[in-house]
């Protein structure tokens, strides 16, 4: 069926170095995706997005990687830092427009 | 603006007990949605709403129900707590014009636990 998923529901990297946070999904109809992140005790928050005629899309200090061919997705942190500690969430809206599904989380911890 | 605005924050139930978590928006958002959030898993959505007077179901809506008088408010009713309900409640809003960017606005979530 359709969903959204991620492929490590851990990372542990060190302070300084970049992260790399993995997600597949499988309805080839997904024509946008969102990464958000939920520090602990909080609702998540939008980090950035994509769209499916994009193959790349770059924040401040995060990169977002759509493979359409393999229906894969990443989004990277550069020179992470201990405030970037979360979980991420990838999430997938579908086409229609009204239900964002989203994916288990990964978890990133940042070592000093 | 506060944005969105959920409480209770914390709620203990016992079983068969009835109760409403509350929704409040203060960005003019014609969306907002309902999620339940389990450990180890991602968030899952249980109903939502595209305008006042307007909700459909989303992935798990068995035992909520939901109402949308006002743009602002979208509270969400557990007609008989079950302890399979306790989790984590998160309501999001956004605003769905043409041209918006579909982002979501969370609320700060209610832990629910039912006894």
């Known amino acids: 069926g359709e969903s959204v998923g991620l492929h490590l529901p851990t990372l542990s990297v060190q302070e300084g170095d970049n992260s790399i946070i993995n997600c597949a999904y499988s309805?080839?109809?997904?024509?946008?995706f969102i990464w958000y992140k939920q520090e602990s005790g909080k609702g998540p928050q939008f980090i950035i997005d994509?769209?499916?005629?994009?193959d790349k899309r770059q924040g401040q200090r995060v990169t977002v990687l759509l493979n359409k061919t393999v229906k894969h997705l990443s989004l990277q942190i550069a020179a992470t830092q201990p405030g970037d500690s979360a979980v991420y969430f990838c999430?997938?809206?579908?086409?229609?427009?009204?239900?964002?599904?989203f994916g288990a989380g990964t978890r990133l911890f940042v070592k000093a | 603006n506060a944005g969105v605005t959920q409480t209770p924050k914390f709620q203990v139930l016992k079983t068969g007990q009835s109760m409403t978590l509350q929704c409040a928006q203060d960005?003019?958002?014609?969306?907002m949605s309902w999620y339940r959030q389990d450990p180890g898993m991602g968030l899952r959505l249980i109903h939502y709403?595209?305008?006042?007077?307007?909700?459909d179901q989303g992935e798990v809506p068995n035992g909520y129900n939901v109402s949308r008088s006002t743009t602002e408010d979208f509270p969400l009713r557990l007609l008989s707590a079950a302890p399979s309900q306790t989790s984590v409640y998160f309501c999001?809003?956004?605003?769905?014009?043409?041209?918006?960017?579909?982002?979501?606005?969370f609320g700060s979530g209610t832990q629910l636990s039912v006894l």
């Open positions: 999001a809003s956004r605003g769905i014009r043409q041209g918006l960017n579909e982002k979501l606005f």
């Open positions: 309805n080839s109809a997904s024509d946008y």
């Open positions: 994509i769209r499916s005629n994009m």
């Open positions: 999430a997938e809206l579908q086409t229609g427009g009204f239900k964002t599904i």
């Open positions: 960005m003019n958002h014609e969306y």
């Open positions: 709403s595209v305008g006042a007077g307007i909700t």
